[in-house]
């Protein structure tokens, strides 16, 4: 079977991530993302209603005009999990493929909701749920498989490409999570039995985000009570206090809901993100606490605000969208006082985020922090941990998959040369089996 890979996005950068893999005349892709950095530094940017090739040129969707290279019919596009960097093109481009978008219950309900919101195509696309743990027929000789993985969201898989020059492992979001808060655990045994499967694994196509830190990433349990910690710590305060945190990481967005009562705070979430990722989650009956206050409409924010206000700081913990520091996020308008939320000296805020390694972002981090300080808030920082892989959880991932290629992605190149020297360690070269590769770029695995 002839097998080329095409990196079509996210291979120089963190974010729009897309990739496809030809399989003779089989194609499947895998992502269609978002680079938020990219919209963010232009003021009043609406993705809903700007043409795909502006958001090419921009840089801000992957330009995927290399796949007219590959002779072969897209048969599945493939989104790993519900990040904006992985399904927010979907609505510009996946209307160009005559392919179903396939997934597990949580991503395609997100997608759904991208695709409803699209403003300037008329997109028309067979949405089709896949459960980790199962697999379909791509072809005669292809099947796909869905493998549990465990990050920063809900519904995570790594999809498996089975072929008969040996299997594609598309590895990216994922952190080696033992012990969730949420959902199951990371399935490294079935990663190691693919890896020891027939004739094993062709290629792994792995996340590098966070190759060049050294150690492994904690548990999300570990977030968790740290998280516990600091709630518990301010129990006695009687002023203001705000979290934030990622929208769509509905573990963390759950512990906070159940640690403000806990310290007897009544929990809101506020914003359009809050609203739309916890509601998704709670349609589908994920464990969350019941009857969640969420507002995402600026009319009905700026109302909670102000009885908040009214009713007093004491009682309550607004969790807000903006711990990025986007510019139009709430917490960034409530650091510039256009909100009904006033902070008084010695509020607390607390970042249960990280910030994601851009330079836009961490610009933007740095204003929300020093607007909400001018205020007199103390800001409790980085209660967090990854979603991603650290050094040596890279090495048991390579250490479980003996894979015969790699192709590192979801990084810059500077960002890349953690996992070059993992990798150089099981005897890994750049340029032969090692493929550092660039955007709009073609790997040719087999002939």
Known sequence: ?????????????????????????????????????????????????MHSLDLIDMGAIPDDRIMSELDGEVTAIVPTHGHLDHIGAIPKLAHRYDAPVVATPFTIELVRDQIADEDKFDVDIDLQVMNSGEQMRISDQVQMEFVNVTHSTIDAINPVLHTPEGAIVYGLDKRLDHDP????????????????????????????????????????????????????????????MVATTFASHIARVSSLLEFAQEIGREPILLGRSMEKYTGT????????????????????????????????????LPIVTG????????????GRGETNYDFDTGDKVIFSAGIIPEPTNEGNRYQSERLLKMQGARIYDDIHVSGHLSQEGHYQMLEALQPQQLI????????????????????????????????????QLTE
Do not use: W
């Not at 094993?200 to 349990?221: F, H, M, W």
């Not at 810059?412 to 955007?439: C, I, P, Q, W």
């Open 1 to 49: 079977m002839e097998i080329e890979i095409a990196t079509v996005g996210g291979y120089e950068e963190v974010g729009r991530q897309m990739t496809a893999v030809r399989m003779d005349d089989e194609i499947v892709v895998f992502d269609m993302g978002l680079n938020l950095s990219q919209v963010l530094i232009h003021d009043n940017v609406q993705t809903e209603t």
């Open 281 to 316: 989650a709670t349609n589908l009956d994920v464990a969350l606490p019941d009857n969640i206050e969420m507002y995402g409409h600026r009319r009905a924010i700026d109302q909670s605000l102000e009885r908040i206000m009214e009713d007093g700081k004491e009682n309550f």
């Open 408 to 443: 590192p992605a979801h990084q810059d190149l500077k960002g890349l040369s953690g996992y070059v020297n993992t990798a150089n360690a099981f005897g890994y070269e750049v340029g032969r089996d090692m493929h550092l590769s660039r955007n709009g770029n073609i790997i």
């Open 323 to 334: 711990h990025q520091g986007e510019p139009r996020a709430l917490l960034t308008r409530m």
């Open 181 to 240: 808060v949420l959902g199951d655990p990371i399935d490294m045994k079935r990663f190691r039995e693919i890896g020891r499967e027939g004739d094993g694994v062709l290629c792994y196509i792995e996340d590098c985000t966070n190759a060049n830190q050294k150690g492994r990433t904690p548990s999300e349990s570990v977030a968790r009570k740290e998280l516990h910690d600091t709630m518990l710590s301010l129990e006695d305060y009687d002023g203001g």
